[in-house]
């Protein structure tokens, strides 16, 4: 059966880890091909470093789902978007895809997004050096 995985949540909810995770887990006892993929992807530098540029958010977000269309017209197994989605609008095409290509569709909400303290741990943990003041507003502005 053909899958793909929505992630939503914060930065430094565990949406990356938790997907790893769950591919290896998932493919481990059938070893189906999985993909993973993440707009943050495209912000990584050739030396492995990160480098956020607010400007290129949207060309990465296309070319993202444009990667995501090609893993599904593959036929890869299991296909995962890891990004914070916290808006509905935000993964509807990859939604959409996912259906029309014949996949089952699980959306996947990692950590709790409305816990205070928690978002002070998610901005203790997140890679990308997210501010505090920015996670709380994703929080307030996430559509469930």
């Given at each position: 059966?053909?899958?793909?995985i929505?992630?939503?949540?914060?930065?430094?909810?565990?949406?990356?880890?938790y997907a790893?995770?769950?591919?290896e887990?998932l493919?481990?006892?059938?070893?189906?091909?999985?993909v993973?993929?993440?707009?943050?992807d495209?912000?990584?530098?050739?030396?492995?470093?990160?480098?956020?540029?607010?400007?290129?958010?949207s060309?990465?977000?296309?070319?993202n789902?444009?990667?995501?269309?090609?893993?599904?017209?593959?036929?890869?197994?299991?296909?995962?978007?890891?990004?914070?989605n916290?808006?509905?609008?935000e993964f509807?095409?990859?939604?959409?895809?996912a259906?029309a290509?014949?996949?089952q569709?699980?959306?996947?909400?990692?950590?709790?997004?409305?816990?205070k303290?928690?978002?002070?741990?998610?901005?203790?943990?997140?890679?990308?050096?997210v501010?505090l003041?920015?996670?709380?507003?994703m929080?307030?502005?996430?559509?469930?």
């Open positions: 059966m053909k899958q793909a929505i992630l939503r949540g914060l930065p430094g909810s565990g949406k990356s880890h790893q995770t769950l591919a887990e493919v481990a006892a059938d070893e189906a091909r999985f993973i993929l993440s707009t943050d495209y912000f990584v530098q050739a030396d492995g470093g990160y480098q956020f540029d607010k400007s290129k958010l060309e990465f977000h296309n070319l789902l444009a990667r995501y269309i090609n893993a599904l017209a593959e036929g890869i197994e299991l296909v995962i978007v890891d990004n914070t916290i808006r509905r609008w509807i095409a990859y939604l959409s895809a259906h290509m014949g996949y569709v699980k959306e996947v909400v990692v950590g709790e997004v409305k816990d303290s928690l978002q002070h741990l998610y901005q203790k943990r997140n890679t990308h050096n501010a003041r920015t996670i709380s507003n929080a307030r502005q996430f559509e469930w």
